[in-house]
C-alpha cells in the first residue's frame, strides 16, 4: 500500500470517528453538507480524496474544536501536495478518481485545459470514453468498473452547461486523428467537438498541424483557476500551487492559444478531419464486399 493511500485511510477513519461522535449517520452528514451521501462514504472508505474544503466542512459541521479543524485541513493539503501514483489511485477504482475529479471542478470557476494526447474528458462522447477506461484498466490493472466510470464521466459534462464558468480547452490536430476508437466512434467524437463550440462559456482551440510550434508538446495539463495546476504523467498526477509553477504553464497555454485556431477556424479544422474520415471509410467499403 503506498503513503498517499494509508494517509487517505487515515484521514477518512478521523472523519467517521468525528461523524459517529457526533452522533450522525452518513446521511445525516450528507444533508447538512448538501452533498451526495454516497460522498460520505467513499471518503470515509478511502475510496475518494477528501481536500481541505471537504474536511474543514466536514469537521464544522460536526463542531469540532477549531484546533481539529485546522489539523484535518492540513492533512487534507499535504495529501494534495504529494505526487500520487495513478497506478495505486486506479486500484481505488476508476469511477472513484472521476468523482475527485468532480469534486475539483464543483469549485472551479475558471478551467485552462491543453491535451496533447486524447479528447479532454469533459468532451468525450459514452463510446470515445469506454474505448478510453478500457486501456486504462488494462494499463494499471484497475478494477472491471468501466460502466460506472463512464457514467461518473458524463455527470461531469454537466458542468459545461453551468453559465457561471469558463472552459478554455485546446488539443493539437493529431489527437482528433489518433486511433484510439474505431473509425465510427471517432466520427462521433469529432461532431460532439462541433457542438461544443457552440456553447457560449465554451473556447475550444485546435493546434492545425501546419502551426508553428512554441515548445514540444510533451505532457496536457489543467489549470483550475489560479489556484493550482494538475499535471498528468504516466506514473504520477503533480499537483503544483507555488505561485511561480502556475505561472509557468500559464504563459505556456497562452502561447498556445497564440497558434490555436478558434471558432470557424477550430471548426474548419475539424470538418477537414471529418472528410478525410468519410474518405478512408469509403476506401474501406470494397473491401468489405469482396
Known amino acids: 500500500m503506498s503513503q ?13 470517528h468525528l461523524r459517529e461522535a457526533a452522533h450522525l449517520s452518513g446521511k445525516d452528514l450528507a444533508e447538512r453538507l448538501r452533498w451526495q451521501a454516497s460522498k460520505v462514504s467513499r471518503i470515509e472508505n478511502a475510496r475518494q480524496t477528501a481536500t481541505e474544503d471537504d474536511v474543514t466542512a466536514w469537521a464544522r459541521a460536526v463542531d469540532a ?35 475527485d475529479f468532480r469534486d475539483v471542478e464543483a469549485r472551479t470557476t475558471a478551467f485552462r485545459v491543453f ?16 474505448s478510453i477506461f478500457t486501456r486504462i484498466k488494462r494499463l494499471y490493472n484497475a478494477p472491471d468498473e468501466v460502466d460506472a466510470a463512464i457514467r461518473v464521466r458524463m455527470q461531469r459534462q454537466e458542468i459545461l452547461y453551468d453559465q457561471r464558468k469558463r472552459f478554455r480547452f485546446i488539443l493539437p490536430e493529431s489527437v482528433l486523428r489518433y486511433r484510439l476508437a474505431p473509425l465510427e466512434v471517432m466520427r462521433g467524437q469529432l461532431d ?35 489556484d493550482h495546476v494538475a499535471v498528468p504523467t504516466r506514473t504520477r498526477d503533480l499537483i503544483l500551487r507555488d505561485p511561480e509553477d502556475i505561472a509557468f504553464y500559464e504563459r505556456a497555454f497562452d502561447e498556445f492559444c497564440e497558434i490555436a485556431a478558434f471558432r470557424q477556424d477550430a471548426r474548419a479544422v475539424i470538418v477537414r478531419v471529418l472528410e478525410d474520415f468519410a474518405e478512408q471509410s469509403s476506401d474501406q467499403l470494397p473491401q468489405l464486399l469482396d
Open 4 to 16: 498517499f493511500q494509508q494517509a487517505r485511510i487515515e484521514l477518512g477513519a478521523q472523519l467517521r
Open 65 to 99: 474544536a477549531p484546533e481539529v479543524v485546522e489539523e484535518l485541513a492540513e492533512q487534507a493539503g499535504a495529501m494534495l501536495e504529494r505526487q500520487d501514483s495513478w497506478r495505486q489511485r486506479h486500484r481505488s477504482g476508476l469511477a472513484a478518481i472521476q468523482e
Open 115 to 130: 491535451e496533447p494526447g486524447v479528447v479532454i474528458g469533459l468532451l468525450q462522447t459514452t463510446e470515445y470514453a469506454r
Open 192 to 226: 460532439r467537438l462541433l457542438a461544443v463550440t457552440a456553447l457560449p462559456n465554451v473556447e475550444f482551440g485546435v493546434v492545425p498541424f501546419e502551426a508553428p510550434l512554441p515548445s514540444a508538446l510533451l505532457n496536457g495539463f489543467w489549470i483550475y483557476d489560479r
